[in-house]
């Protein structure tokens, strides 16, 4: 079956400082790829997403590539900020719609410090 | 746009209770999830259904759980009776061929 696996946290980083958070996959045929992010209280919001191989998804100063030969989507961004805390899913998704049946990572617990 | 409206926001009840927690989902969604987030298990989905009919159901942890959709913009998820294992934060989500909505969530407790 379909799964995400990412990095373990939490991610402790000071402010302005270069952020990477790992993800693979494995899923048969050609999924979805999604990032999420969830603030403290709330519910998840999509960050971003690829649909195809190489395709470079962004928002908000994060990044994260579809690497189909590393099985890879791993998030960037250039300069952390305060806000940028809260907890990242890394997801996936082979419906053909793209965005039912959605599988998540564990989560990435990111903590920036002033 | 409100957005995914669930309710209540916090539930503390007692082993061997009836709970039933609710999601009003985003008007002309036609797809609605309920997860469950737990520490230890993560995000795992209980069930979603298209146009009011659960599609997949696969995810309900036991015959303990039920879900109901009996119109386009309401949907409940009960647990009788519950028992402390239970205690996690359902979400529902909504979704019309794009990205998720997640609601804020319901805190359970069960005690």
């Known amino acids: 079956g379909n799964s995400v696996t990412q990095m373990e946290g939490p991610v402790t980083l000071s402010e302005e400082a270069f952020l990477t958070i790992n993800c693979t996959y494995t899923a048969t045929g050609y999924p979805s790829l999604f990032w999420y992010v969830q603030y403290p209280g709330e519910g998840l919001q999509l960050l971003l997403k690829a649909t195809k191989a190489d395709d470079k998804g962004s928002n908000k100063g994060f990044e994260a590539t579809y690497r189909k030969e590393t099985t890879s989507f791993h998030l960037e961004k250039g300069s952390v900020q305060v806000s940028d805390s809260a907890v990242y899913f890394c997801a996936l998704s082979d419906d053909p719609g793209g965005y039912q049946k959605v599988t998540f990572g564990t989560g990435t617990k990111l903590q920036v410090i002033p | 746009d409100a957005g995914v409206i669930q309710s209540p926001r916090h539930e503390v009840t007692e082993m061997g209770q009836e709970v039933t927690l609710r999601c009003k989902p985003i008007s002309g969604h036609d797809y609605l999830f309920w997860y469950r987030q737990t520490m230890m298990r993560g995000l795992e989905l209980l069930i979603y259904?298209?146009?009011?009919?659960?599609?997949?159901d696969s995810g309900m942890p036991e015959d303990r759980f039920s879900a109901k959709m009996p119109n386009a913009s309401f949907s409940t998820l009960k647990i009788q009776p519950s028992e402390p294992r239970d205690s996690a934060v359902y979400f529902c989500?909504?979704?019309?061929?794009?990205?998720?909505?997640f609601g804020n969530g319901t805190r359970l407790t069960v005690t």
């Open positions: 259904f298209n146009n009011n009919v659960p599609i997949d």
């Open positions: 989500a909504s979704t019309v061929r794009g990205a998720l909505h």
